[in-house]
């Protein structure tokens, strides 16, 4: 009913989500602030330029995985969404902050090639790859469940 006070279980579920949502936002200010760290001490020879749309991009990233990702019972889930927030606020805020475009003071080189990145960039791919591994994970173990009517 509207209006009611929430059941015991609502509450544990609710208390869940919201440490779900506290882990996800505090591991992404560790890893955002990490990553800014290191690009203003470490100077970066290189640097790459993001478009307005890929800012917005960003923004859209971070919004949409604060509000779903702490709804799925996995902390592994909410910790790898965290660094990946952390990377793409890393990368959000290295787009407002340096005039030249995102630094990347990271630099793998070959004789001929390279490839130039930052800490935000691989926080972001690494917490991508453990939220996607999470949610497999989740989604296996309670197979029988993801065909139920939400």
């Known amino acids: 009913m509207v209006g009611c006070a929430p059941d015991g279980l609502e509450r544990a579920m609710l208390l ?12 992404a200010v560790v890893f955002a602030s990490i990553d800014l ?3 203003a001490f470490d100077p970066a020879e290189f640097h790459h330029a993001r478009t307005p749309f890929a800012a917005l991009v960003m923004v859209a990233l971070v919004t949409g995985l604060v509000m779903l990702v702490p709804r799925i019972p996995s902390n592994a889930a909410a910790l790898g969404a965290g660094i990946a927030c952390g990377g793409a606020l890393g990368n959000f805020v290295s787009l407002l902050a340096w005039s030249q475009g995102v630094p990347d003071p990271l630099v793998l080189a070959g004789a001929t090639q390279g490839v130039a990145f930052n800490l935000a960039d691989l926080f972001a791919l690494g917490g991508d790859a453990l939220l996607l591994s999470a949610a497999a994970v989740y989604g296996v173990r309670n197979r029988g469940r993801l065909r139920e009517r939400v």
């Open 16 to 27: 869940a989500v919201r440490t779900r949502c506290a882990l996800l936002v505090s591991s």
């Open 37 to 39: 760290l290191h690009k």
